[in-house]
């Protein structure tokens, strides 16, 4: 997944602070490190699968990125404010902080069981207000920050085979909201990105083993990269966002405001 896309921003933007990316080893957290540390900022991860964990630090390492990784399960609150005091520890402090642990399967809602849909709302709303409350208690509520949720674009419209994770979050993009309001006073802007459909996650490939092939799924006629979800989370972090809180963004080429579902082509 590691992309080439040129950025638009200063590669030292990000120089002195230090970014706790959950869920951060695969996927699109992985490519979030890889951006945010190209950018100059020094890495910690979290996620509960330290073989994976070392790999990516590892090869964020090869790359000059100075990154460090703690195992925990978001779920844990007493695992997350272990992590957050091993981070501080090592690094001094937390200035960005990424929600992006989750959890997916795609079933219909009559397939997933109590323990699957309370899983997933573990792992993502839980897990969200669990390392947000640390992080906040720990070093933002002080020194103030930015944090960067990783949504999906489920909040106003159906999302069939995705009941658990709509719902989950959908409470995300409200703790979002909240946060932003509640947590502004002390210099914290709290924002989210819902990516669109993105190449070579895990996610898309347990789609696409299930659900027939569509397309690219977006009036752009292409999917995205896990470096245009981790671009977004970087402007948030930007000192061009300093005036934007509270805001959810889809990264997804227009897909969720496509009423005519990709049956126009070219007008």
Known sequence: MN????????????????????????????????????HGARIAMLSRREEKLKA??????????????????????????????????????????????????????????????????????????????????AWQREHGGNIVNISAPFELKGAALQAHVAAAKAGVDSLTRTCAVEWGPYGIRVNAVAPGQIEHTEGMQRFAAVVEDSGPGSPLGIAGHGSDIAHAVLFFCSPAARFISGQVIAVDGAATVDQLKLGLGRI
């Open 3 to 38: 992309d080439t896309t040129p950025s638009s921003f200063r590669p030292d933007l990000l120089a002195g602070q230090v970014a706790f990316v959950t869920g951060g080893a695969t996927g699109i957290g992985k490519e979030i490190c890889r951006v945010l540390g190209r």
């Open 56 to 137: 990516a630090v590892e090869e964020l390492q090869r790359e000059g990125i100075e990154a460090h990784y703690a195992v925990g399960d978001v779920r844990e609150p007493q695992a997350v404010e272990a992590a957050v005091r091993d981070i501080l520890a090592r690094f001094g402090r937390i200035d960005i902080l990424v929600n992006n642990a989750a959890g997916n399967f795609p079933a219909p809602m009559s397939q997933i069981s109590p323990n699957g849909f309370r899983a997933v709302v573990a792992i993502d709303l839980l897990g969200t207000y669990n390392v947000s409350r640390a992080v906040f208690d």
